[in-house]
C-alpha cells in the first residue's frame, strides 16, 4: 500500500533529487562569517549546566566566533551572562575559563574599572573624570540567559526572542520523565573535528553512514542497519520494510535494554520512564545549532558544538548518570 500524497509529505526521507550547498559554504571564510551573523550570533546555545555554576560567585567564560562572554552565579544565587569586555578600553574581565570570583566585583586588570555581579558600574580609579560621567551609564553589555532543566543558554542577540526552551526542535523527543536537573557528570570527551559545523548536523539528521561505520550500533538499533533513523526516513517504507517487527521500526534489538556494549544496563535505572521510553532505547531532543540530548533508560548523553572556524569544530561529549550510579557490575539492577 502506497502512502497518499498527505502522508508522503511527513516522511523525512527525498523524493526527488535537491541540490546541496555549494563546497564554498563548508570552508569559505565569508559563508563562515554569514553563519555567525545570521545563525550562532541569533540563537539559544548552551553554554553549561547549572551545577557547574553551583556556588555564587562561580564563573564560566565560553566563546564562539569573535564574542567572548562570562556567565555567573552572583551573590543572591541568580545567573547572569555579559560580554566579557571591561567598558573603558575593551579589556578581557575574566581571564581564566572558569573559576570563582575573589570578591563581589568583576574588576578590570587593566584599569580597576570595578563591575557588580550584577553588570552595573560601580568604582572608577580615577581622582579625576570628564564632566557629565555617569558611571550608571557604563554598565556591562548583558546578554540574554534562559535556563531548561539544567543547562544554561545564552542568546547574544539584543533583541532575543523566546527562550531555550521554545528554541527546541518541535518534533524533539519528550524528555519530561528523565531527571535532568539531578544527573551527575560520569566522564567528558572533548574533541577538535576538522570540518565546519554543518558538516557534523548533516551526518546526524541521516543515518546512511551507520552501516559501515557505526556496525555494533547497527546490531544494537536494527533499523540503523538499513541506513535508516526512524521509519519514515523512506517514503517507500510499506514496500521496502520485508520485516516490519518492531526492531526493525526504531527501537533496540530484542533483549536488548539500553546503549552499552552487551545491550543491557550497569547502573540504577530512571524510575519515572513509561514501557514505551524504556521501549524505545533512546529518546532524542534537539536544540541546533549546539546541541543535542539523548535520553537512555540507565543515563543520558549530551553532545555540544562550538565552531572554531571555517573548518573546524569543537565537539564535547558527557554522559550523565543518576547519583546512585556506580561503575561496577554491582550497581546493576
Not at 555549494?22 to 570552508?27: D, R
Not at 574599572?113 to 564632566?131: Q, T
Not at 554598565?139 to 526552551?165: C, H, I, K, M, Q
Not at 539500553?258 to 533512546?282: I, K, M
Request: proline share 6%.
Amino acid at each position: 500500500m502506497q502512502p497518499s500524497p498527505s502522508e508522503r509529505d511527513r516522511y523525512n526521507g527525498l523524493t526527488r533529487v535537491e541540490p546541496t550547498l555549494p563546497s564554498s559554504a563548508y570552508w569559505d571564510v565569508e559563508a563562515y562569517q554569514r553563519d555567525l551573523d545570521a545563525i550562532w550570533y541569533r540563537s539559544w546555545l548552551v553554554v553549561c549546566r547549572e551545577t557547574d555554576l553551583a556556588q555564587p560567585l562561580a564563573f564560566r567564560t565560553f566563546r564562539i566566533g569573535t564574542q567572548e562572554i562570562v556567565v555567573l552565579r552572583d551573590e543572591t544565587g541568580a545567573l547572569r551572562a555579559f560580554h566579557n569586555t571591561c567598558r573603558h578600553r575593551g579589556s578581557q574581565l575574566c581571564r581564566e575559563s572558569e573559576g570563582r570570583l575573589k570578591a563581589r566585583l568583576i574588576t578590570c586588570p587593566y584599569h580597576a574599572w570595578s563591575y557588580s555581579l550584577r553588570g552595573d558600574l560601580v568604582r572608577v580609579p580615577s581622582k579625576s573624570l570628564p564632566e557629565g560621567f555617569d558611571k550608571a551609564d557604563h554598565p556591562l553589555y548583558r546578554v540574554a540567559l534562559s535556563v531548561w532543566r539544567g543547562f544554561v543558554f545564552v542568546n547574544l542577540a539584543e533583541d532575543a526572542a523566546g527562550t531555550a526552551e521554545t528554541s527546541f526542535d518541535p518534533a524533539s523527543g519528550n524528555l519530561a520523565n528523565w531527571p535532568l536537573e539531578t544527573l551527575v557528570t560520569g566522564h567528558v570527551l572533548r574533541t577538535v573535528m576538522n570540518c565546519n559545523w554543518k558538516i557534523f548536523w548533516e551526518n546526524f539528521n541521516e543515518c546512511l553512514h551507520c552501516p559501515g561505520v557505526h556496525k555494533d550500533l547497527s546490531r544494537l538499533v536494527p533499523i540503523y542497519g538499513r541506513g535508516l533513523m526512524e521509519r519514515h526516513d523512506d517514503p517507500e517504507w510499506a514496500r521496502h520494510a520485508d520485516n516490519d517487527a518492531p526492531e526493525f521500526s526504531g527501537g533496540l534489538r530484542a533483549g536488548a535494554e539500553t546503549w552499552s556494549r552487551d545491550g543491557r544496563v550497569h547502573g540504577p535505572v530512571f524510575p519515572d520512564l513509561t514501557s514505551p521510553e524504556r521501549a524505545a532505547g533512546q529518546t532524542y531532543a534537539t536544540n541546533l545549532p549546539s546541541i543535542f540530548i539523548v535520553g537512555h533508560v540507565d543515563y543520558v548523553r549530551t553532545v555540544r558544538l562550538v565552531p572554531l572556524g571555517p573548518e573546524q569544530t569543537e565537539l564535547t561529549a558527557e554522559w550523565l548518570f543518576s547519583r546512585g550510579a556506580r561503575r561496577s557490575n554491582g550497581g546493576r539492577r
